[in-house]
């Protein structure tokens, strides 16, 4: 199973048009080029690829890492099966 990184990446890569070296836990989603219309269209697709129910109140996500993060929270208390942490990072997983 991939990691919800791995996942994410390739949201990243694939619609925005990144390169997988500039995805990192730290990098600043203004830094990637996502603005807030594109981080409303970012949470769009993580609804879709990861068949998750965001919630409508706004959270401040400013790094790749809180988005992670963020996206696992939501997975382990909708009850889904949660993809692993990256390399360094304490791994969820729902039951």
């Given at each position: 199973?991939?990691?919800?990184?791995?996942?994410?990446?390739?949201?990243?890569?694939?619609?925005?048009?990144?390169?997988?070296?500039?995805?990192?836990?730290?990098?600043?989603l203004?830094?990637?080029?996502?603005?807030?219309?594109?981080?409303?269209?970012?949470?769009?697709?993580?609804?879709?690829?990861?068949?998750?129910?965001?919630?409508?109140?706004?959270?401040?996500?400013?790094?790749?890492?809180?988005?992670?993060?963020?996206?696992?929270?939501?997975?382990?208390?909708?009850?889904?099966?949660?993809?692993?942490?990256?390399?360094?990072?304490?791994?969820l997983?729902?039951?």
């Amino acid at each position: 199973m991939k990691t919800t990184f791995e996942r994410l990446s390739a949201i990243l890569i694939k619609d925005y048009k990144l390169q997988p070296d500039r995805l990192t836990l730290d990098a600043p989603l203004e830094s990637l080029g996502i603005d807030s219309l594109g981080t409303v269209e970012l949470m769009w697709n993580i609804e879709d690829v990861f068949q998750i129910k965001l919630p409508s109140d706004p959270v401040d996500l400013p790094t790749l890492g809180d988005v992670v993060r963020y996206v696992d929270e939501l997975i382990v208390s909708q009850g889904l099966v949660v993809a692993h942490a990256p390399p360094g990072e304490p791994a969820l997983r729902a039951l």
